[in-house]
Every structure is written in C-alpha cells, then in structure tokens.
C-alpha cells in the first residue's frame, strides 16, 4: 500500500492539510536543491534523502539510501559529521565502558599490521571502520588481506561501523561480549 507523497515547500506556514500529502516546509530550500524529473520540479535526491532523516522507519531510510547510492547518485551519507579515527577510538572506548566491558590495548601492532583493539588474551581484533577510510576497492581488499593475516596466527576480527557504534551500541555491545566470552 502507498504512503503518503511527501512534498518540500519553501517558507514555514500558510498551508492547510492535503489528505495524502505530508507537507515539509523549508526556509533553507534552494536552486541548487531542486531538478525535474517528467517535467515535475522535484528535490535533488540528496536533498530528498536529507529531508527524509528522521521522518521515517530507519530501516526505510538505509534503504533509500542504498537505492540512491546504487543508482549512482551522491547523497550524504549516514553520518554527519566525518569522524576522525580518534573520534571513533573514542565512541568505541565508551561503549566498552559503558556496557563493562574489558578496555582493550588500542593501534597495537599485531603480527604485522596496526590494528585499532586489541585484546591479547582473547585473540580478538575489534577494527571501527568510517566510510571516509574505507570506501574503494584498495581500502576494502586491504581490510580484508590483514583480517586473512591474522587469522593465519588465530585472531579472530570484529568490525563494526561508526553508525553501528552510535546508533546500536546494545547490538555491538552483546557481539563483543560473545566474541570476548565475557559473562552476561
């Protein structure tokens, strides 16, 4: 079944309700923001993909935007701000605290390649990938060439996003905890 149609509009008032129509106003909306598509003026799918932030289920969202991305259009991506490797060494180390879990050893050298935690104990390898560090073929064959390496010597790696860290820490937190064999 059909949703609403959603429609950006400049200004912030002044409009009465449509029935299936879900009206967003904008002060912000601009040239820039608008194309056509049939001869109809429609937002830019970046901007439709901003727009849509928040407003609907987060599983529709990813899928909105793997469809843009897939059909080759540039949208923002899910995070907003670029995060740094120490930005994510942080969100990672908090959660560890926050769920009580062991702190790991952090950018050891383990066998060769540096990696981001390390749990010497455990043999457990924890990488936080951001997609500003690791989009490409060289990045994602990289990545997977030292997860190979380690294996080799019995560490086992775990990776997990940035979005992942924020926006499902128990999920992460329950992963860790059965890749560490922590107690529940």
């Known amino acids: 079944m059909p949703g609403?149609?959603?429609?950006?509009?400049?200004?912030d008032g002044g409009r009465k309700k449509r029935p299936g129509l879900h009206i967003h106003r904008s002060r912000t909306l601009t040239p820039r923001d608008i194309t056509r598509r049939h001869g109809i003026a429609v937002t830019t799918p970046a901007r439709t993909i901003d727009d849509i932030r928040g407003e609907i289920e987060p599983y529709l969202f990813r899928r909105a935007l793997r469809q843009a991305e897939l059909a080759g259009y540039r949208v923002p991506h899910l995070g907003r701000v670029k995060r740094t490797r120490s930005d994510l060494e942080l969100l990672f180390l908090a959660l560890c605290d926050d769920h009580g879990l062991p702190r790991p050893l952090v950018n050891r050298h383990v066998h060769g390649p540096r990696v981001d935690f390390y749990w010497p104990e455990q043999q457990l390898v924890v990488?936080?990938?951001s997609w500003d560090y690791h989009?490409?073929?060289?990045?994602?064959?990289d990545d997977h060439a030292r997860d190979l390496e380690l294996r080799a010597h019995g560490i086992a790696t775990r990776r997990y996003t940035g979005d992942q860290l924020e926006a499902a820490p128990e999920a992460v937190a329950a992963d860790l905890r059965e890749a560490l064999g922590?107690?529940?």
């Open 127 to 129: 990488e936080t990938d």
């Open 182 to 184: 922590a107690d529940s």
């Open 4 to 11: 609403p149609i959603h429609v950006t509009v400049n200004g």
């Open 135 to 141: 989009r490409g073929s060289v990045a994602f064959e």
